[in-house]
């Protein structure tokens, strides 16, 4: 009988003491953890008896908790519950286990709260990763983020801030260069900053290309043709194209990607032709290219008096053009009397008959160039008899240019004899 008593003594003691204990849950503040952040989180106490409870101290077996050590809480009435705010601080990426004991009058509890640290950052994609020198591009970033963030490019890109999950940065690379982006963004009350590089691809720099015909051989006062091909090879349109040769100049405002014009210039025959190309990017920076060509100058002048004769008071004779552009306003002087021969196309010939009293004296022929260029020569003839002037340069002239002249003084010369 005793030992039944002691027994049942036993049994109530150990049922006391069973529901003298609480209950223990946590709520942590924060969805995701990462490093370094500091959490706000509760440690729940809840004392499912009908009888109240005094807490007598909790502690937090961890570093990374605080305050670690809590004392006279209090008491802790019948079917309520009391939330212990505490914080956790992140370290590194990890699972991690902090261990609580609570301590009554009755006794005490220990419970174990599991923290996971994400390394699960903000991911920055360029959508368009192709990149060309030389050239503006426009970057188009992307961030997987749940909320907004602020990426400021550590490059040279307009703008140097923005706020958001889509972005667009205008950049202009003079030479291949890591690409990274400083993101700042919040987790809960946290603000972290982190560096982030992009892969791109390079591509070398296209530019607008010309391309220079122009004739090898010109006589000396020759207004000769020169055409420049211009052809935009660029992915951005380029501005205030500007083509110079020599002393004159054309422009188109735009010449679009893929778009190429021609420009065709008039201009004097020099030894050394210089051609020059410029043009505006889209972020208006001028680029300048230039090419010179060597011209085999002819010591003979583009236009010749080809022959003449005196007959009864009239001199008549040819003028020929020897160049590969006309002439215009051809007057032939003498005497103080003029001809108005007009023009005259390349390689051709025109007549002229003038009245003279005297066999002897100085011829003068005036034109204007296809240049726009005013030139004239002069020339002492004497005699009444038909003379035939071939035209001077001899084998320095173009193959072509010197056939036609040939054939131009054989006419000439048969027009004259059949007068």
């Known amino acids: 009988m005793k030992k039944l008593f002691f027994l049942l003594i036993g049994s109530l003691l150990l049922l006391q003491l069973a529901s003298a204990q609480v209950t223990l849950d946590y709520e942590v503040g924060l969805s995701k953890i990462l490093p370094g952040d500091e959490v706000d989180c509760y440690l ?16 937090f077996y961890s570093d990374l908790v605080t305050p670690r050590i809590i004392t006279d809480i209090g008491v802790l009435p019948a079917k309520t519950s009391y939330r212990l705010p505490f914080t956790f601080k ?3 990426p990890g699972k991690y286990v902090v261990e609580v004991r609570v301590r009554t009058y ?21 959508e368009n990763p192709e990149v060309t020198l030389g050239e503006k591009n426009v970057l188009r ?19 140097s801030e923005a706020y958001g999950r889509m972005f667009e940065f205008v950049y202009y690379p003079k030479k291949k260069e890591d690409l990274r982006f400083e993101v700042e963004f919040r987790n809960g009350e946290n603000v972290h900053r982190i560096i982030r590089a992009v892969n791109v691809t390079w591509n070398e720099m296209k530019d607008v290309v010309m391309n220079v015909t122009v004739n090898r051989n010109a006589y000396e006062n020759e207004a000769i043709k020169v055409s420049v091909g211009v052809a935009n090879l660029r992915n951005t349109p380029a501005y205030a194209v500007t083509v110079r040769v020599g002393e004159s100049e054309k422009k188109i405002p735009v010449l679009n990607p893929g778009e190429a014009w021609k420009f065709d210039f008039n201009v004097m025959a020099t030894r050394i032709l210089r051609v020059e190309l410029s043009y505006l990017d889209e ?22 008096l080809c022959s003449y004769e005196f007959d009864k008071g009239m001199l ?48 003068t022929i005036s034109w ?25 340069g001899g084998s320095e002239i173009l193959i072509a240019s010197g056939a036609i002249a040939v054939v131009i003084v054989a006419i000439a010369i048969y027009a004259l004899r059949r007068r």
């Not at 961030?143 to 307009?158: K, M």
């Open 106 to 126: 009755n006794g005490s509890i220990t419970y174990y709260m599991p923290f996971t640290v994400s390394s699960s950052y903000p991911v920055l994609t360029v």
């Open 44 to 59: 729940v106490i809840t004392n499912p008896n009908l009888h109240s409870e005094t807490i007598r101290s909790i502690v």
């Open 141 to 159: 970033v992307r961030v997987e983020w749940p909320e907004n963030v602020t990426v400021r490019p550590l490059f040279n890109a307009t703008p």
């Open 283 to 304: 972020m208006g920076i001028k680029h300048v290219m230039s090419e010179s060509r060597e011209i085999g100058i002819i010591n003979a002048s583009a236009v010749q």
């Open 368 to 392: 204007k160039a296809a240049s726009g260029d005013v030139l004239s020569i002069s020339e002492e003839i004497e005699g009444e008899r038909v003379t035939v002037k071939a035209a001077e």
């Open 90 to 92: 992140a370290e590194e």
């Open 316 to 363: 008549t004779g040819e003028v020929c053009n020897f160049g590969s552009t006309e002439v215009k306003n051809v007057v032939v002087s003498f005497e103080g009397r003029k001809y108005f021969v007009g023009t005259i196309m390349p390689e051709d010939y025109e007549v002229f008959s003038i009245k003279g009293n005297s066999s002897n004296g100085t011829l």
